[in-house]
């Protein structure tokens, strides 16, 4: 009651894995020296492997959306047709992002909550044979929907157009085989499921997207791909980089890896799941009900509630920072994070302080209810029978 820990409870930055926070403490190293060059190295390397491609992978220090920006300044020319899916708000930054470089854009919209369908994306390409890219969300973290990324890269793999897909809350959280489905572009970014904080992103290249690298006539300067990818090969970046960040992040890349890929994004699914049950559980609506995502649940507030007083609960109470709605859903949803280096403890005590807060704002719920919604899913997935002798 008299101490209160700040808990990151966001999808991103999220909480930071320990071991990488002691990593940066050895920054104090100069960036054009072999020492520095090895951590490079591992960084993409690890990358490649975790991602789970053979293509090549490019990483800058910025937040996701300069990568965003940079993958239409480097890959498209000035009035060249696209297809924009927008099912939230990182779905409009796309669209803007197009915009701001000329992009002849088709601009696919659904109401927040919903997502784009794969065969929207079939037809707009069937009437658009000129396109040269589809851009899209994996996982629309503004809403916590999902979108069908494998059935979307069937579609495109057809045409002649790049799938450019924005996974900076997806991996991690979702499977994403960008080699075997034809992801052309996959964006990340390190405060997300990489667990430390923000100013790391990358891309995976596939050939089909360096292709268009050749004939995009766009300017770009610092956000070179060409000429990161032949700094890349000799162990460096192209300007002064992070040293604090990337030997961060090849530490937390050493425990995704020893934990596997495949587990992270189970431990995300499984957190997701219990949320969704336990807030149903207590009476409360998920708002993307039909395609939910596991970076993030997204709750409606109780009838008559703004989500901000749910919010400011969690802060002021618990020392706990969860997200409010975005854009036309602010005041009207919350959201719970999932992804990178969350637990089923974090979620006990998030779920237990969300009946707390609910009652004190006059809508009642049993105590307990929804932590036994999670308690059960947790007995069920991670308690293992006892073996008695005989």
């Not at 503004?142 to 157009?161: E, F, L, N, W």
């Not at 980089?241 to 890929?261: F, N």
């Not at 209810?369 to 008695?388: F, I, K, N, S, W």
Request: aromatic share 8%; with cysteine.
């Amino acid at each position: 009651m008299h101490i209160k820990k700040q808990r990151l409870l966001t999808p991103g930055p999220t909480p930071l894995y320990p071991p990488a926070l002691h990593a940066m403490m050895a920054s104090d190293m100069h960036h054009r020296t072999e020492d520095f060059r090895k951590a490079y190295r591992s960084c993409l390397a690890d990358l490649k492997e975790v991602m789970g491609t053979s293509g090549d992978v490019l990483m800058f220090c910025s937040s996701g959306t300069g990568v965003m920006d940079a993958t239409v300044s480097n890959l498209f020319s000035r009035g060249e047709k696209v297809i924009v899916c927008v099912a939230g708000k990182f779905g409009e930054r796309w669209a803007e992002i197009a915009k701001a470089y000329g992009l002849d854009a088709n601009v696919i919209t659904v109401p927040y909550g919903q997502v784009v369908t794969p065969a929207q994306v079939q037809e707009a390409l069937a009437k658009e044979p000129a396109t040269k890219g589809v851009f899209i969300q994996a996982s629309e973290t503004s809403t916590g929907a999902a979108h069908d990324v494998r059935a979307m890269a069937a579609a495109i793999a057809k045409t002649p157009a790049i799938f450019v897909v924005d996974a900076i809350t997806g991996l991690g959280t979702m499977p994403l085989d960008i080699d075997g489905w034809g992801l052309d572009v996959v964006i990340g970014g390190s405060q997300k499921a990489f667990m430390i904080p923000p100013g790391l992103a990358f891309l995976s290249l596939s050939p089909k997207a360096w292709k268009l690298s050749e004939t995009s006539t766009l300017p770009h300067f610092y956000f070179n791909f060409k000429k990161e990818k032949k700094s890349g090969d000799a162990g460096e970046s192209s300007w002064t980089p992070s040293t604090a960040l990337i030997l961060a992040m090849a530490e937390a890349l050493r425990y995704v890896k020893s934990l596997g890929m495949s587990k992270l994004v189970e431990n995300a699914q499984l957190l997701a799941e219990a949320t969704r049950a336990a807030v149903q559980r207590l009476g409360l609506e998920l708002f993307a009900a039909a395609s939910p995502g596991s970076s993030v649940t997204a709750v409606k507030a109780p009838a008559g509630m703004d989500s901000g007083v749910i919010v400011k609960e969690f802060r002021n109470r618990f020392g706990a920072i969860i997200a409010n709605g975005q854009g036309s859903m602010k005041g009207q949803i919350f959201r719970i994070a999932h992804l990178g280096y969350f637990d089923f403890a974090d979620l006990f005590a998030v779920v237990a302080g969300l009946e707390i807060i609910l009652n004190a704002n006059g809508y009642k719920v049993a105590y307990g209810t929804g932590v036994a919604a999670v308690q059960e899913l947790y007995e069920r997935v991670a308690v293992q029978p006892q073996t008695v002798n005989a």
